[in-house]
């Protein structure tokens, strides 16, 4: 079955990096997109960017472009994703989810708990 | 890309129909047909329910159904049971990048 495994929660400190793994299994890594999303407490979700396993295109959403990069290691099935300058509102549950053709998300990993604090 | 926009909060009865309503632009819901809807648990991962606007994944009971007029996507649920009570996002491509709602929290009275 297909599984996202991601990686465990993290704390840092304002202006720090963190970077969480997604480790996939159960399907070929390279025929799926994997995206990243992230969910603020008790906020919405917001997109994040995505990678084409296939052949490490990488898009990103316009607010976080210049502190986030995904990237991905075909041989371990992982990608990963990294944001920088991290300030109290990055504070959020970050979710990897495996893109499709028909542009949802049709599996997610369990989350990553970043909590950002001084 | 600004968030889709939901009502806040939705509400009906148990066997009642209720409609949640997802407001985008011509550069992602009115652009493409590529709408998808996710019912989400409270610390829950969310769960596709709704994709290509009306199609729903294998599993998903036929009382979701899914449905774009111009710029605004819907999800309706019909016979609403006490289960159905969640939250509820819609997310649009908007070429090359993708867009969610606010999300919308469903309340079964």
């Known amino acids: 079955q297909v599984q996202l495994v991601q990686s465990g929660a993290e704390v840092k400190k304002p202006g720090a990096s963190v970077k969480v793994s997604c480790q996939a299994s159960?399907?070929?890594?390279?025929?799926?997109?994997i995206h990243w999303v992230r969910q603020a407490p008790g906020q919405r979700l917001e997109w994040m960017g995505w990678?084409?396993?296939?052949?490490?295109?990488?898009r990103y959403s316009r607010n976080l472009r210049e502190r986030v990069t995904i990237s991905w290691d075909t041989s371990a099935s992982t990608a990963y994703m990294e944001l920088s300058s991290l300030r109290s509102e990055d504070s959020a549950l970050y979710y990897c989810?495996?893109?499709?053709?028909?542009?949802?998300?049709?599996?997610w990993g369990r989350g990553t708990m970043v909590t950002v604090s001084s | 890309q600004s968030a889709l926009t939901q009502p806040p909060s939705a509400s009906g009865s148990p066997g009642q129909s209720v409609t949640i309503s997802c407001t985008g632009t011509?550069?992602?819901?009115?652009?493409?047909?590529?709408v998808s809807w996710y019912q989400q648990y409270p610390g829950t991962v969310p769960k596709l329910i709704i994709y290509?606007?009306?199609k729903r994944p294998s599993g998903v009971p036929d009382r979701f159904s899914g449905s774009k007029s111009g710029n605004t996507a819907s999800l309706t649920v019909s016979g609403l049971q006490a289960e159905d009570e969640a939250d509820y996002y819609c997310?649009?491509?908007?070429?090359?990048?993708?867009?969610f709602g606010g999300g919308t929290k469903l309340t079964v009275l």
């Open positions: 011509g550069s992602d819901v009115g652009g493409y047909d590529y």
């Open positions: 989810a495996r893109g499709t053709f028909f542009k949802a998300f049709d599996f």
């Open positions: 990678i084409n396993v296939g052949n490490g295109i990488t």
């Open positions: 997310s649009s491509y908007a070429g090359s990048d993708w867009v």
């Open positions: 159960g399907y070929t890594f390279t025929h799926h997109n």
């Open positions: 290509e606007v009306t």
